[in-house]
Every structure is written in C-alpha cells, then in structure tokens.
C-alpha cells in the first residue's frame, strides 16, 4: 500500500490495482495534454508491477523499458516524471547530462548519480518511520520536559500514607502542568537539558580526478579517542524550543537506521527514478577536442549504470538493473541517432511530446489542480486580497503567451509564469495597501498591463 494524493483528498492505494488508465487519470491533474508521454510511463510502470509478480529466475531478467522523450523546454517532460514519482513514493532524482563529464575529465562521476538518489531515498523512508513513531516520540519528549518542570521526589523503601497523599498531589499537578503545556501556556518558561555536540562527520571527502566523491573512511572508528561523538552538554532553552529537540531525539531513538538503509536501498532497486534531462547536449560520437572531447565519453560512462551495474554507496551495494531512466532533450541540433547504439538500445520507448497550443495555455492557466491562476489567486487571499480572472483575461493571457514564444524564444509554459508576474505585478506590490479588495482581472486589465510589451519585440525578450 502506498499513500498518494487523489483530488483534493489523500486516499490508500493499492499499487498493484493501479492501472495505466488510473496513472494517466493522475497526471491529467497536473500535466496537460502530452497524452503519449503520458501513456508510455504509464506502461512502464505498470511493467515494474507485473514484474514483481513473476518468478525470480524470471523477473531478474526483465529490464525496464526506459525511455527518451523528444521535446523542447517548458512542455511537460519533467513534470511527468516529477509527478509519476510522486505518484508511486518512488526515490527520483532529475540530473542534466551536461553537468557529468568522462573519466579523466574534471567534473561528477556518473556513479554519484546513484549514491543521490540512495540519500533521496533514506530521506523518503526516514520520514515515513517518523510519522510511524510521531506519537510515540512526542508523549516521550512531553515527560521529559515534565520531569524537569516538576522533578519527582524519591519515594523511600516503605512508603507512608503521607508519602501516597504526597504521590497523588504530585501526579495532580503534573497533569496540570501536562494540559497547560499542550496549551502552550508554558512556551517561555526556561529549562535546561542536555543536548549532544556534534560528532566528527562519519566519512570524508576527497577530491578526485572524477569530481568530489565520498570516501568510506570513518575516522571515529580508527582513532576513537580523538572525537567527543557521545558528549552531551547543558543548554538553556525555551521550552517550545525544548521540547521540538526532544521530539527529534526521541524520534532517532526510536527510528533503526539500519532498517531505514535496507529499505531504502530495497525501494531504489525496485522502484527509483532517474530523469536524464539535456540527454540531446551530449549526443555526439566525435573524436575531436576542446569542451566537445568528453561528451562520447559520459555516454560511456553513463551506459553501465543504466545497463544494470552495482555501485558502492555509503548505505551498502546498489544495483542499478531495475532503476528506470528517463531521458529528455530537446534535439534541435542532434537527433537520438546521434547517441552511441549501445545507448540507444537502452532506451526502446521514444516519444515526441507535442508543442503547446494556444488552447493548451489556456487549459494550463485553469485546469491543473494547482493551476497558476489558483496560486495566484490563493497568494492574495493571504493579505485579504480577491482576485476574479473573466473568460476573456484568460484568453488574451494564453494569446499573449504563445505570441511572445512563436515570436521570441520559445519556453513553451514557463511563459505563463513571466506574463502572470508582469500582470500582477501592481496588485502584488500594493498587497494588503489596496482600498479595492476585490479586483477583477478582464481583457482589458491584461492588455493595459502586458500590450505595450508585447508590441516591442526588443523589450518582450528581455521582459517576458
């Protein structure tokens, strides 16, 4: 069972009902249109599932269709990644091809890939187990802090009636301590508890030729005198403050790391993502020199990991064969052909995300469930502020939007985002300051603020 959000509310999910239809239903919420992206992720995944329900012999032999995704910048191919991961509790990282470079180069080795996403993935379970013992670790930190406000007597080897009577006084005013702490009644009261310095780190960095990679080197363990790992100190602290610390302490206390690490590596094996972004930047088997020299070279380099390798992390092995890595680049100046074969044969699934429409930004500024005009909108609200879009404003921005990309640069929907701050750029400096506090958004609002721009071809580059 895996928790993801449905609408507006969360509901339990059963991943191995989960059909590509419902994936799809999903990401209609957030992405629009791209409907063959959409359907090959879906599949994807889906695969992953029915994989898990083969025989060993025969799952370990069916590797995940990854895949390319042909488009330029701002049309969706993040998103959807973004949001299947999401969708899934699936580890993800997003890396550009362009930021690694081959063995012998300045620059990241390709294996960090995989140790980020190990983090990535001991954060996600990490948190999970908190929310497990959140309870737990808070009722333990609320008596600690109880028993410093209130320290209990020891009680002698044969108590008395008045020694009982004393008893029952004392566990009175301590819930009458508890419920005006819970209240927050006693926030400001200083106390003084003990906190843990902090431990030389568990392993150094060095500098190789491939970049800067972590060495399991843990110099606790080898000169175990040197380092105060276990000291603690006396602080003073609000108790508001006290009491979040105490709840994080009690939280790694009751937190197994080595289960959260097991996990973790488990749920990076089976279901992590990697979204492989500027992919086209590195297309290229040329044997010349200068800056262009490494890019055959990270294709290499990147070919077993995705072929299926087993990388050292400072978590234990990695096996990379059932990560599923998705590729996105724009290849206006190269094409997929333009990668190495063996590269290309990794990647079976290709598809060709459609360019946005002016429909398309109209449906983006309304339909996405948090579209920009609901963040807008709901921005506003915070200072008291209403805004109210009409159907022609909405028009007139999704007309601007595509004019200034067919005219300029196209950045497909991150266009909408720079004409919405040029919009609202009046409204949102005033803020709170406005007499008006409704303010209705129409055609002709949109065209006195962004007209003028949009005419000046020169400005609009620099503007919008």
Do not use: C, W
């Amino acid at each position: 069972m895996v928790i993801y959000l449905s609408g507006d509310v969360e509901s339990e999910v059963d991943l191995d009902e989960l059909t590509p239809k419902q994936i799809v239903a999903e990401l209609n919420k957030h992405v629009v249109g791209q409907t063959a992206a959409k359907r090959a992720v879906a599949i994807a995944l889906r695969n992953r599932i029915r994989r898990q329900k083969l025989s060993p012999e025969l799952a370990q032999d069916v590797i995940p269709k990854n895949i390319i995704m042909i488009g330029s910048t701002g049309i969706g191919k993040t998103e959807i990644a973004r949001r299947l991961a999401r969708l899934t509790g699936s580890p993800f990282i997003k890396i550009e091809a362009s930021k690694f470079t081959e063995v012998g180069y300045v620059g990241r080795d390709v294996e960090s890939i995989v140790r980020d996403l190990v983090e990535i993935a001991i954060d996600l379970v990490r948190e999970e187990k908190i929310e497990e013992v959140a309870d737990k670790a808070e009722f333990n930190a609320e008596e600690r802090i109880l028993d410093l406000l209130l320290p209990q007597n020891r009680a002698s080897n044969e108590p008395t009636d008045a020694d009982l009577s004393s008893n029952e006084q004392f566990q009175k005013t301590r819930e009458k301590l508890r419920q005006q702490l819970r209240e927050g009644r006693l926030d400001s009261r200083m106390v003084e508890i003990e906190v843990r310095e902090k431990p030389f780190p568990a392993g150094i960095e060095i500098i190789t030729p491939q970049g800067i990679e972590e060495m399991d080197i843990n110099l606790k363990d080898m000169l175990p005198g040197l380092f105060p790992g276990g000291r603690t100190k006396k602080r003073k602290m609000r108790v508001d403050e006290a009491i979040d610390y105490l709840i994080s302490e009690e939280e790694q206390k009751l937190i197994d790391m080595d289960q959260v690490s097991r996990l973790a590596i488990e749920r990076v094996e089976n279901s992590g993502i990697v979204f492989l972004d500027e992919i086209d930047k590195i297309a290229g088997r040329e044997g010349g020199h200068g800056p262009d020299v490494s890019r055959e070279g990270v294709q290499r380099d990147l070919l077993p990991i995705i072929e299926g390798t087993t990388v050292n992390t400072k978590y234990g092995m990695v096996k990379t064969d059932h990560i599923l890595f998705i590729a996105a680049g724009a290849f206006h100046v190269s094409k997929p052909s333009d990668l190495i074969p063996e590269l290309q044969g990794r990647f079976p699934i290709r598809v060709t995300l459609d360019p946005l429409t002016k429909d398309d930004f109209k449906r983006i500024l309304t339909e996405p469930k948090n579209s920009l005009i609901r963040q807008y909108t709901a921005l506003m609200e915070t200072e008291g502020i209403t805004l109210e879009f009409s159907l022609d404003a909405i028009e007139a921005l999704a007309d601007i939007a595509y004019s200034v990309n067919q005219s300029t640069e196209n950045i497909g929907a991150r266009r909408l985002h720079t004409v919405m701050e040029k919009l609202l750029d009046e409204i949102s400096f005033e803020g709170s300051d406005l007499p008006e506090k409704k303010q209705v958004i129409d055609q002709s609002y949109v065209k006195k603020m962004l007209s003028g721009i949009v005419q000046n071809e020169d400005l609009s580059r620099y503007i919008l």
